[in-house]
């Protein structure tokens, strides 16, 4: 934020942005755990502890009119896994991002529970902050000094302390107060049916596109759990707002039985169309992806099947540089029965997310794979990507 360049310690609580940006920023006190390798002495194997480490960030206050309700979520259905926060919940638009309300077990939460939640290192205030803290939390009651002087150790090893640190001022970044409440970026809200433990059936709810933005009971972005988005998305059960009424129609007549009514007002759109189907081919070639990875007595087939997951699988490679519709055409087009076998339900949803991407626009993939994957990046959730002009922009 360039206004808070010139900020020193000795400035006051609250900083005055420009008034252009309508929003405070106000330091925070929060303490973040970190992971400490040592080795103890007259062992040789290093293991981990944790530690609190205190800090500051700057959280911003926008104000309401800066940051406009880009869509209503409405809950109507008994089957929703966060109802705490009512029936009704905003999304707002600001600085070009989708903004979630964090709810919590008395209804949405506010900034000074925030403040009490962060400053107590609570996990679901945490995991607001940075969506990638491992947990449980598990960290030592004695401070770094203390441990160590009842545990002494051989060599003190590597301590990912600074990159807990520089990831917490960035993930502060995606958290801001309005309106009395506490949003984060989540992404886009789209459709997930969620399988129930009644088999063919499922129950529809709205929730982010971002699946990596995880809560608690304490404190949570409504809509279905983090490990439930996924869960859908593999299964290629994550629908865009104007794909959900053909997909219900569509699982209906397959048999399957669908639960619940969430509706979601459209006030600014800002997404576009093939958000959830390109979130489904992700996130189901990426379990292909690990599935290549495991010994099993379909390894070497699906390897076959899919030479691209060979050519992935070298020891620097990441399941995110995969090129994800390429392995979901090349899966399709698999002829081996074994892998057949084995994918049997993998193969149906690749189809029919490629279905969805066809009717997109995405071509045959066989000749756009490239083309389609090189707007990748452009494409994940959290950003609102550019179509039509409107107020959001």
Request: aromatic share 8%; proline share 5%.
């Amino acid at each position: 934020m360039n206004s808070l360049r010139n900020f020193t310690p000795d400035d006051e609580r609250l900083i005055r942005l420009e008034p252009e940006n309508r929003c405070v920023s106000e330091r925070v006190k929060l303490q973040i755990p970190y992971t400490q390798q040592f080795v103890r002495r007259r062992c040789r194997n290093s293991e981990p502890v944790r530690f609190w480490e205190k800090m500051e960030v700057f959280l911003d206050t926008v104000e309401a009119d800066a940051a406009p309700i880009a869509y209503k979520v409405s809950e109507t259905d008994a089957l929703a896994e966060r109802r705490e926060h009512g029936s009704l919940y905003a999304i707002r638009s600001f600085r070009g991002a989708l903004w979630w309300p964090l709810v919590g077990p008395r209804g949405f939460v506010q900034p000074d529970d925030l403040r009490g939640l962060l400053a107590e290192g609570d996990e679901g205030a945490l995991l607001a902050i940075d969506s990638s803290i491992e947990t449980p939390l598990n960290v030592s009651e004695l401070a770094h000094d203390a441990y160590f002087e009842q545990n002494p150790y051989r060599t003190m090893d590597i301590s990912d302390r600074d990159d807990r640190v520089g990831l917490a001022h960035r993930g502060a970044r995606q958290v801001m107060f309005c309106d009395g409440k506490v949003y984060v970026v989540a992404g886009e809200p789209i459709y997930y049916l969620a399988h129930t433990p009644t088999k063919g059936s499922f129950a529809v709810t709205v929730g982010a596109a971002s699946l990596s933005r995880r809560g608690t009971t304490a404190a949570g972005i409504p809509g279905p759990t983090a490990w439930t988005r996924i869960e859908s998305a593999r299964r290629g059960t994550a629908y865009a707002i104007g794909e959900i009424e053909d997909e219900i129609r569509l699982q209906l007549d397959r048999g399957n039985s669908i639960f619940g009514a969430p509706k979601i007002e459209i006030l600014c759109d800002c997404q576009l169309p093939d958000t959830a189907a390109l979130l489904c081919a992700r996130v189901l070639a990426e379990f292909v992806w690990g599935e290549a990875g495991r010994e099993g007595y379909w390894t070497d087939s699906l390897r076959r099947s899919v030479p691209t997951l060979a050519a992935s699988r070298d020891a620097d490679a990441a399941s995110n540089d995969l090129p994800c519709l390429e392995v979901l055409v090349q899966l399709t087009s698999c002829k081996d029965q074994a892998v057949r076998n084995e994918f049997f339900n993998e193969i149906r949803d690749a189809r029919d997310v490629l279905r969805r991407l066809r009717s997109f626009g995405h071509g045959s993939l066989e000749e756009d794979d490239e083309a389609a994957l090189s707007d990748w990046a452009a494409q994940l959730p959290g950003n609102i990507r550019k179509g039509p002009a409107g107020p959001c922009e």
